[in-house]
């Protein structure tokens, strides 16, 4: 069942267990799926696909807080972040127009996050797999391929299971680097290995700070190096 890993001179097919996650209520223009469906790679721990559920769900309050905020009539604080960081690819590649600065890029990425959703809870996009991958080589967290259509792209990314079972990086953190995976999977671009001021970067790196400032003298890899 699904792909098929090598694994020095032995082939793995994976096999997969399904998990639900509910989606929070908010003040969308649209009706929501109850829930969201994942079909993640049974080597994964119990312990691990339980972080792997409080990273979706923290990604779910995100965008539950910014709907909220904007409902409200304020600039969400998720917007902020991103206006105050974001200087380059704004836009999705599905996008046409141009975007003015962080604070429409935000607004435009989480209309898209929430067709993401929609997708996934309605069943119109492609069953999203969480895969199972230790690095062999050079070391990464999550990552997600490159895609540019949030209506029928999946939310399939490739997991290394070390990085959830490291106690020493938080789950905020985590949550960050699976937001990053998914900024490729609905179409957002950076050069390879440079984050700083770029859309994808910079709105993870909100996410990982809780929408906090950067600290002077922390340095920007203290994120990056969660990031693909």
Avoid at 43 to 66: D, G, K, P, Y
Avoid at 85 to 94: E, G, H, I, K, Q
Avoid at 98 to 125: E, H, P, S, W, Y
Wanted: proline fraction near 6%; charge should be positive.
């Amino acid at each position: 069942m699904g792909d098929i890993i090598k694994d020095g001179t032995d082939f793995i097919h994976p096999e997969y267990r399904v998990i639900t996650l509910t989606v929070p209520n908010a003040p969308t223009e649209e009706p929501m799926p109850p829930t969201m469906t994942f079909y993640v790679d049974t080597r994964f721990t119990t312990a691990q696909v339980m972080r792997l559920r409080q990273m979706i769900s923290t990604l779910l309050v995100v965008w539950r807080q910014h709907q909220e905020q904007i409902n409200d009539g304020e600039i969400s604080s998720y917007a902020k972040c991103v206006n105050k960081y974001a200087r380059f690819n704004l836009a999705p590649v599905w996008f046409s127009e141009k975007l003015a600065n962080g604070r429409a890029a935000a607004d435009v990425q989480m209309a898209g996050f929430t067709t993401q959703i929609q997708a996934n809870g309605f069943n119109r996009a492609a069953k999203a797999y969480i895969k199972y991958q230790e690095p062999t080589g050079q070391d990464f967290t999550i990552r997600g391929l490159n895609a540019s259509n949030p209506e029928t792209n999946s939310l399939t990314v490739t997991v290394n299971p070390r990085a959830l079972s490291n106690a020493a990086v938080g789950t905020l953190m985590l949550a960050g680097s699976l937001f990053h995976a998914w900024l490729h999977r609905v179409g957002y671009r950076h050069p390879a290995g440079i984050y700083t001021s770029y859309f994808a970067g910079e709105a993870s790196m909100c996410v990982m700070r809780d929408n906090k400032d950067k600290v002077p003298g922390t340095p920007a890899s203290t994120y990056t190096k969660w990031l693909d």
